[in-house]
């Protein structure tokens, strides 16, 4: 799998080539996500009902997605941020984690995938 054929998964490669330069920046930012316990710090967060350091982490999380041009988690994460920002009068935040969950775990198992394939002329 290349880096392009990875953000055909997960969000823009224009948009990340464009803001890190280099596949193999690309690829170095993205070996981190598998170590990031934020995903896990947020569900333990909405399951205890802590509004407040939910929406830490899930702005956290947006700030990540969207920085590494991951649209699709991006979006799942913002809208999940909105809804605890607000406080979650509606109690949204548990399906919204959901939804945010598949796109996390898309994101992981395409990079992870990305990052057992070989890179050949990764510096572009």
Do not use: W
């Amino acid at each position: 799998m290349t880096v392009k054929e990875c953000y055909e998964r997960i969000g823009d490669y224009e948009e990340v080539i464009g803001r890190l330069g280099r596949e193999d920046r690309i690829c170095r930012y993205l070996g981190k996500l598998g170590g990031d316990r934020t995903f896990d710090d947020l569900c333990r967060a909405v399951e205890a009902g802590d509004v407040e350091q939910a929406f830490l982490c899930a702005h956290n999380l947006k700030g990540l997605y969207l920085n590494l041009s991951m649209t699709h988690a991006g979006q799942a994460a913002s809208a999940l941020c909105e809804a605890l920002r607000a406080g979650d009068p509606d109690g949204r935040a548990p399906a919204l984690l959901e939804a945010l969950r598949g796109q996390h775990q898309t994101v992981l198992s395409t990079v992870d995938e990305l990052l057992r394939t070989p890179q050949e002329g990764a510096s572009q």
